[in-house]
């Protein structure tokens, strides 16, 4: 008898604890600025590079990485991408010179992160899920958000054990957690567990078909390239929309935070503590896409980018340790409109270009971010050298949160891919390359 359980879901749990630990492992570098900086003597600006140069390196990687998770088993490209991601974080414990940190933490780690991270996770999930996509995409994808939780013990670890020893624990750690994990349970799609997407038995039923629960339009039944996907509008209005979205705004919130609260007069504890409620919004965030599936991404995405910038405007009232109440809130409503944008435009992504070729499109709609991530923190860092404040900084998020939001207005995947809850709204849409 078939069980009446659905394997797509231990899918899930691993993806999340991939994501909570892969990102935790980038992440930490908003704890660890300070102490390099006060350690070495080195400048904001300089140091920021580190961070920069893993971003740049994680976009180029990613359309590869997606190529990757389109041709090979998973259960090969995530043990090796864990491997050299941990094992770079380890290194980081002997680094003493810049140009060891660029290479360790900016290039290997990056590479390591985009075999492991959400360009070949969501082209893992978006062949397990259709018709639940959005939930399942919201699901593992709070792991981000858990994974900036860990903030405050990677900082009990540094004022602990030190900086050296800190780096070497969490390295080894995600290592030896996630292999055999991948291993173990991770399946590259329901055809090797003898199902179908969502678990649901329909005839006919094929991995790469157009999703059930959209119109069936010429764009819907488009097998989309990378190639034929570069030739559209739309792509290039999601790849502007991640670039100013995650690239910029995003970026810049997880780098620089935890500096801009002990340039306030936070101790590095104190500081670490009030970033951690970005983690708590981004993990309610995140549940906002399941919603987007019964009223539309535009209507997640476009308030999630405008609470996001709400938040980023009350960190301007912020003077001392004595609003920690305030920083914690303005943390809270960041992470709580970047979660609900964030998953949601994964899932926007994979309703417009779904099918076999998704991972290479998302992988350059990923790169879209990376461009904004490899200039914004390294710039920001040297305005605060220049300047001694993070106040044009603020202005660039605000700034780039309202361009997201335009951008995705303009995309209108509503039209192009209705969900359920708009579906009877939009009988027909736009031809392909509109």
Not at 1 to 12: A, N
Request: aromatic share 14%.
């Amino acid at each position: 008898m078939r069980s009446r359980f659905y394997y797509g879901w231990v899918i899930i749990v691993v993806a999340f604890i991939m994501t909570m630990v892969g990102y935790a492992l980038r992440n930490t570098f908003s704890v660890f600025y300070p102490s390099l900086v006060e350690e070495f003597g080195w400048a904001r600006g300089s140091t920021a590079l580190m961070f920069s140069i893993n971003i740049i390196v994680y976009g180029i990687t990613a359309p590869f990485a997606g190529g990757l998770a389109d041709r090979f088993s998973p259960r090969i490209v995530f043990p090796f991408g864990v491997t050299l991601m941990g094992g770079a974080i380890a290194l980081c414990s002997i680094a003493t010179q810049q140009w060891q940190f660029f290479l360790l933490y900016g290039v290997a780690a990056a590479m390591g992160l985009s075999m492991t991270g959400v360009t070949t996770l969501n082209t893992l999930v978006a062949r397990w899920f259709v018709k639940r996509r959005a939930l399942a995409f919201s699901i593992f994808n709070t792991g981000f958000g858990f994974g900036l939780l860990g903030s405050p013990i990677v900082q009990s670890l540094i004022s602990g054990l030190g900086r050296r020893e800190a780096y070497l624990t969490i390295g080894l750690f995600a290592i030896a957690l996630l292999v055999p994990l991948i291993i173990v349970f991770v399946r590259r799609s329901p055809a090797d567990k003898g199902t179908v997407p969502d678990g649901i038995e329909a005839p006919a039923f094929a991995e790469n078909t157009p999703a059930p629960r959209h119109v069936s339009t010429e764009w819907s039944r488009t097998e989309w390239t990378l190639a034929r996907a570069l030739r559209t509008r739309t792509l290039w209005l999601i790849f502007a929309a991640d670039f100013f979205m995650m690239g910029i705004a995003q970026q810049v919130q997880i780098a620089h935070s935890v500096y801009f609260f002990r340039d306030a007069g936070f101790t590095a504890q104190g500081a670490a503590n009030v970033f951690s409620f970005y983690g708590v919004g981004i993990i309610i965030g995140y549940m906002f896409a399941y919603v987007s599936d019964r009223v539309g991404r535009e209507r997640i995405i476009i308030p999630g980018c405008m609470t996001g910038a709400a938040g980023t405007a009350l960190l301007f009232a912020i003077h001392g340790p004595e609003l920690a109440w305030l920083g914690a809130l303005c943390m809270f409503l960041c992470g709580l409109g970047m979660g609900a944008s964030v998953t949601t435009f994964f899932a926007t992504v994979a309703d417009l270009f779904h099918g076999k070729h998704y991972g290479s499109i998302m992988g350059f709609v990923t790169f879209g971010f990376s461009l904004g991530g490899a200039f914004s923190p390294w710039f920001v860092g040297h305005l605060n050298d220049v300047t001694g404040s993070y106040s044009i900084a603020l202005g660039m998020v605000l700034i780039a949160l309202v361009i997201a939001a335009v951008l995705v207005l303009a995309a209108a995947p509503r039209k192009l891919s209705p969900v359920p809850g708009v579906q009877r709204r939009f009988a027909s849409a736009p031809k392909v390359g509109s």
